[in-house]
């Protein structure tokens, strides 16, 4: 089974920060690298498929890269809506998810 | 608007059943891979299953935590996706979402809570 790690766990920033969050895979899976956000109490919702395809709708500040096992999503200028949490998922082999990462308030 | 509403949860004693549905509209349903996945606090996401489409027979996948338990259907002329869940187990408590997708997941329910405990 392929494994994706998240890190941090926990990001605490700003209004206006650069957002970085990184995900590892436990083999390569290429770019078949999605993103999603979720908020408390709602389901997942994808921002990025193919590890830097935006779907529709999401704003551009959202930006994904990566291939193999090293992806990165990064939230250029963090704005109050995007306090969330933010997972990873490969599908390259099934699907697997990564452990999530909480971006908090500073 | 696509949406995707999943019913059926509910508590259940280890050992037990239970089928749920997720019934879609406002897309071409029988095009599309649908899938289920649940959340728990302490494992997070997991990817429990899926049912392909027509085109690819109907084929379905599952976890190896859930295979030979749990079973995908579907039904395309009720735009609907089905999970039947057999010989629960405590660790099978979670949050049940069903999704539309074949990679990435763009489309999801509000979910259905199952809890097993006796």
């Known amino acids: 089974d392929i494994q994706m790690t998240q890190s941090p766990s926990t990001l605490s920033a700003s209004v206006g920060d650069r957002v970085t969050i990184t995900c590892r895979a436990s083999q390569s899976i290429g770019i078949w690298l999605a993103w999603y956000q979720q908020k408390p109490g709602k389901a997942p919702k994808l921002l990025i498929y193919k590890t830097s395809s935006l779907e529709s709708g999401v704003p551009s500040r959202f930006s994904g890269s990566g291939s193999g096992t090293e992806f990165t999503l990064t939230i250029s200028s963090l704005q109050p809506d995007d306090f969330a949490t933010y997972y990873c998922?490969?599908?390259?082999?099934?699907?697997?998810f990564g452990g999530g990462t909480k971006v908090e308030i500073k | 608007e696509v949406q995707l509403v999943e019913s059926g949860g509910g508590l259940v004693q280890p050992g037990g059943s239970l089928r749920l549905s997720c019934a879609a509209s406002e897309f071409i349903f029988s095009d599309h891979y649908m899938n289920w996945v649940r959340q728990t606090p302490g494992r997070g996401l997991e990817w429990v299953g899926r049912t392909k489409n027509k085109a690819n027979s109907y084929t379905t996948e599952y976890a190896a935590s859930v295979k030979g338990r749990f079973i995908i259907s579907r039904d395309d002329s009720k735009n609907s996706v089905y999970l039947q869940m057999n010989s629960l187990l405590t660790e099978d408590t979670a949050l049940y979402y069903c999704?539309?997708?074949?990679?990435?997941?763009?489309?999801w329910g509000q979910g259905t809570l199952v809890t097993v405990s006796s």
């Open positions: 998922q490969q599908y390259n082999n099934y699907f697997t």
């Open positions: 999704a539309r997708g074949s990679g990435s997941l763009n489309a």
